[in-house]
Each structure stands twice: as C-alpha cells, then as structure tokens.
C-alpha cells in the first residue's frame, strides 16, 4: 500500500478517503507493504508531521513493512529532519532515506520529536523545555512557565488515558504565522481515544455515545479542574 498525500499536507483528514478504512490499530489491517510518499510535498504542518510518525509505527507493530519517502523540495526535507522524524523512523527499524540532507539546527525548535511512556519521563522533559525556552530567548519570557505546563498538562494525560502501544510523542516549537508568534505543543499517540477512554468511568459511561459528546466532555472537565486550580492560587471563584 503506497499512501501519497497531497502537495499541503496539514492532517491526516486531508488524506484521500479511500485509506480511511486502513487504520493500524483495527483488527482488518493486513497490509505487508506501506510506503508513505511524501515527495511531492512542499509543505507538511506539524500534525502531519506526527501522523507521519504514528502511522508507520503502528503499521510496523501490525508486521508490515514500512519506508517513508522523503520529500524531494530541500527546504520540507530540512524541516523534517530537523523536527527529528527521519530519527525516530530509522531508530524503530523503518526505512527513511533522508537523501544525505544536511542537519541544520532550527533556532525556533524547543523540543524535538521526542518518546516518552512515564509521568518521570514527563517531568524530565518539561524541565528540559524550560530550561531549552529561557536559552531561547523567543517571544516573551512570561510565557515560559505556561508553554511548559501545557505541554506537561497534554503529556501527563497521554501517559494516563492513551494505552498506547508505541507510547507517545511530543515537541514544542515556535512559529511565525500570519497572525503573530506562537508557541506549539504537539503530543501524539496512538491510543484508545477519548470516547473509550472515557467510558472506562461508569460515571461517564452513559454520557459519550459519540466522539463528539467525549470530546465536549472532556474539554469541559479539563476546563473546570483548570480554573479551579488558578481561582484557588488567586483566591477566586470558578463558574463555567
């Protein structure tokens, strides 16, 4: 099975529909062969960047054999493997020629792709964003402890709730998009997902027939437990 997404490549929604039914983690997956095509690609955002991780990963769990091709345009080649994609592929024992290109060390990276499958391994990572944010010098160092928390925050809860056979992944890095600087927190595994995490809990059980209603659920929940944490530091009261 060869996978070849488009020129833009942002999510793996933007996939073409036929390979909706292809998912790793299903019991129907019988694929000896998957190649991910990318060279054709001129642009690949960060949550392609992961699916590209995730999904070749879980397909080499399944037996298959897997190759990544990297992208032809020198500039997304760089980009990748400066991300650390081309890394963790090879590392995992998957075929991922990076065409011999350069290493060049991305200022506005934080964290590079990194594994980990422990709340420690959490720990030691956010400390090292931190740490890696005041080096930085980019955007406002009042930000600093709030980007370390969010990505401990969605970490922690990777480690928790996911049951992922590969473990998880995550990065931080800072942009310049159209509307201003940012910082980005990315965290991918390839668990479970919220719904049948969720119904694990008697509680919430009847509550989440959807994806949808879980993941309103939980955003909910996360909302509240995070404002009561910052009303009680500030002696507030939370209302949602």
């Not at 942002?10 to 039914?21: K, Q, T």
């Not at 290493?103 to 391994?121: A, C, G, H, M």
């Amino acid at each position: 099975m060869r996978i070849t997404p488009r020129t833009q490549f942002r999510h793996a929604g933007e996939l073409p529909p036929r390979f909706d039914s292809k998912d790793p983690r299903g019991d129907a997956f019988a694929e000896s062969q998957v190649v991910v095509d990318l060279r054709e690609c001129e642009f690949v955002r960060a949550g392609a960047v992961f699916w590209c991780l995730v999904y070749p990963l879980l397909a080499k769990l399944r037996g298959s054999e897997c190759r990544l091709l990297v992208p032809t345009n020198t500039g997304v080649c760089i980009y990748l493997k400066s991300m650390g994609l081309f890394r963790v592929l090879q590392n995992s024992g998957i075929e991922a020629d990076d065409r011999g290109i350069y290493s060049k060390k991305d200022s506005q990276l934080v964290l590079p792709l990194t594994r980990f499958d422990t709340e420690s391994e959490v720990e030691e990572l956010t400390n090292e964003t931190y740490e890696s944010l005041q080096r930085s010098g980019l955007g406002s160092a009042n930000l600093y402890p709030l980007v370390s928390e969010v990505f401990a925050e969605l970490a922690v809860n990777a480690v928790e709730y996911a049951d992922s056979p590969i473990g998880a992944y995550g990065f931080v890095q800072f942009y310049e998009f159209e509307v201003g600087r940012r910082f980005v927190c990315g965290i991918a595994d390839s668990g479970i997902g919220i719904r049948r995490s969720l119904v694990k809990n008697p509680e919430l059980r009847e509550r989440v027939f959807y994806d949808w209603d879980a993941i309103e659920l939980a955003s909910r929940e996360r909302v509240r437990r995070y404002l009561q944490k910052v009303c009680k530091q500030s002696g507030g009261v939370p209302s949602l």
